[in-house]
T-cell receptor, first 112, second 111 residues
């Protein structure tokens, strides 16, 4: 069964901490994405990557960075976590055409 | 539990009835559409997709209809079951590699 795996289901971090959210896919997908999901706002794209070491900003990149050193792994980094970054974070991957768009189970991050 | 979609429109149906969930999209250049189902505490799961050169596509108990004239997409679920209760999202590919998602509709199935 093909999978997108997010390393943590729940995380609690303190304001100002550096936070790493990890995502691994086993489908040999070129594209990988990070979204955040908030009540009433739906899914909003933070960053995406269409190749190793390549990245593009999404709709809400402020306060975030990403790293893609290997094709199967895409990391989201909160350089200095703030309470307004408390959210559900979803990773996804797909083929370049957009087909096969598959999500992970999500990481619920709480910043206190 | 999962607090996704506190302010979502809600569709309530009786078990066994057919459900129709609607979605409007804005970009006439979008060429690929997907419906996702999201259960509480889980990531969105693929249900069915359709390309813009089609008007209708059927899966198991689900049908997607695409009306490009009015930029409207619908998901029909036949014989709705309690396990169909979830939030449903439509998504469109606007050609920038990443999908754009609608805000979602909550489907509640009454026994």
């Amino acid at each position: 069964d093909v999978k997108v795996t997010q390393s943590s289901r729940y995380l609690v971090k303190r304001t100002g901490e550096k936070v790493f959210l990890e995502c691994v896919q086993d489908m040999d997908h070129e594209n990988m994405f990070w979204y955040r999901q908030d009540p009433g706002l739906g899914l909003r794209l933070i960053y995406f990557s269409y190749d190793v070491k390549m990245k593009e900003k999404g709709d809400i990149p402020e306060g975030y960075s990403v790293s893609r050193e290997k094709k199967e792994r895409f990391s989201l980094i909160l350089e200095s976590a703030s309470t307004n970054q408390t959210s559900m974070y979803l990773c996804a991957s797909s083929f370049p055409s957009g087909y096969g768009y598959t999500f992970g189970s999500g990481t619920r991050l709480t910043v206190v | 539990g999962e607090s996704v979609g506190l302010h979502l429109p809600t569709l309530s149906v009786q078990e066994g009835d057919n459900s129709i969930i609607n979605c409007a999209y804005s970009n006439s250049a979008s060429d690929y559409f997907i419906w996702y189902k999201q259960e509480s505490g889980k990531g969105p799961q693929f249900i069915i997709d359709i390309r813009s050169n089609m008007d209708k596509r059927q899966g198991q108990r689900v049908t997607v209809l695409l009306n490009k004239t009015v930029k409207h997409l619908s998901l029909q679920i036949a014989a709705t079951q309690p396990g169909d209760s979830a939030v449903y999202f439509c998504a469109e590919n606007r050609g920038r590699r990443a999908l754009t998602f609608g805000s979602g509709t909550r489907l509640q199935v009454q026994p």
